[in-house]
């Protein structure tokens, strides 16, 4: 859906990105350290408003690197 607009389930172009907005204690967050407030990578969701699809991304290159690392 992120890269096609497009829901694989419905086929549905009515797609919504929700962003991190910068959340902190709540959401959709990967933790790469015990210390809350550093290690947080924030996963961007993708919903399609048809049939309630989501898809969960991580968009930095940078923190696909971090969860390399800390969860190889």
Same mark, same amino acid.
């Given at each position: ?5 497009? @829901?694989?389930? @419905?086929?549905?172009?009515? $797609?919504? &990105?929700?962003?991190? %907005? ?7 967050? $990967?933790? !790469?350290? !015990?210390? !809350? +407030? ?5 996963? $961007? &969701?993708?919903? @399609?408003?048809? @049939?309630?699809?989501?898809? %969960?991304?991580?968009? %930095?290159?940078?923190? +696909? &690197?971090?969860?390399?690392? %800390?969860? &190889?």
């Amino acid at each position: 859906m992120k890269n096609t607009h497009i @829901c694989p389930k @419905c086929g549905s172009h009515e $797609i919504v &990105r929700v962003p991190d %907005n910068g959340r902190y204690s709540s959401g959709n967050n $990967i933790y !790469t350290s !015990t210390v !809350t +407030l550093f290690g947080k990578i924030p996963v $961007i &969701r993708y919903v @399609c408003t048809s @049939c309630g699809y989501v898809e %969960n991304w991580v968009e %930095n290159s940078s923190e +696909l &690197r971090k969860i390399q690392e %800390n969860f &190889r």
